[in-house]
C-alpha cells in the first residue's frame, strides 16, 4: 500500500496507481470512502479506461451505492471496453446480485468467457448460475 501511495504523491496523475491503490483500500480494508476517492480521481484522469470504471462501478456497488450508478459505470466499462472479461464478469455479478437478472448474467459471463476461456470469475459465476437453476449438465 505505501508503494502506492508513494507513486501516488509523485504523480498524482497516474491512473494505473490510482485505481490500485483504491483497489487496495476496497480489497483490503474495506475502506469505500478513500477506496472510491481514489477511483474518481482515476475516472476523471481517464474517463476511457474500462478497468477504472469496472472497478469504480464494483465499490459502489459493493459498499451499497444507488445500483443505477453502478449499473451505469459498469455499462460504460463494457462498452468503452468490451473485451475485458472482468467487465464482463463484474456487470454480469451485478445482473445477478442487484437485479436478478439470471437471463442477462449469464449473456455477460458467457461473452467473458468467450474473450477469455479460463477466466476464474466467470467461469466459477457461470457455473454457480447454472446449478441453482440445477441444470448441473452445463454447469
Do not use: I
Not at 505505501?2 to 480489497?27: Q, S
Not at 467487465?87 to 467473458?112: H, I, K
Not at 476461456?117 to 441444470?135: Q, S
Amino acid at each position: 500500500e505505501r508503494l502506492y501511495v508513494r507513486a501516488v504523491e509523485a504523480e498524482p496523475r497516474d491512473v494505473p496507481a490510482l485505481n490500485c491503490l483504491g483497489m487496495l483500500l476496497w480489497t483490503r480494508r474495506g475502506n469505500a470512502p478513500d477506496a472510491l476517492r481514489f477511483l474518481h480521481r482515476a475516472a476523471v484522469e481517464d474517463g476511457e479506461d474500462g478497468v477504472v470504471l469496472s472497478n469504480l462501478a464494483r465499490v459502489l456497488d459493493e459498499s451499497g451505492a444507488p445500483a443505477e450508478d453502478a449499473e451505469s459505470l459498469y455499462r460504460k466499462a463494457v462498452a468503452v471496453c468490451p473485451d475485458s472479461p472482468d467487465a464482463l464478469n463484474n456487470l454480469g455479478a451485478f445482473r445477478l446480485s442487484r437485479q436478478g437478472d439470471t437471463v442477462g448474467a449469464e449473456a455477460a459471463f458467457r461473452q467473458a468467457l468467450e474473450v477469455d476461456p479460463v477466466h476464474d470469475g466467470a467461469l466459477c459465476n457461470l457455473a454457480h448460475l447454472l446449478l441453482t437453476r440445477r441444470n448441473a449438465r452445463q454447469a
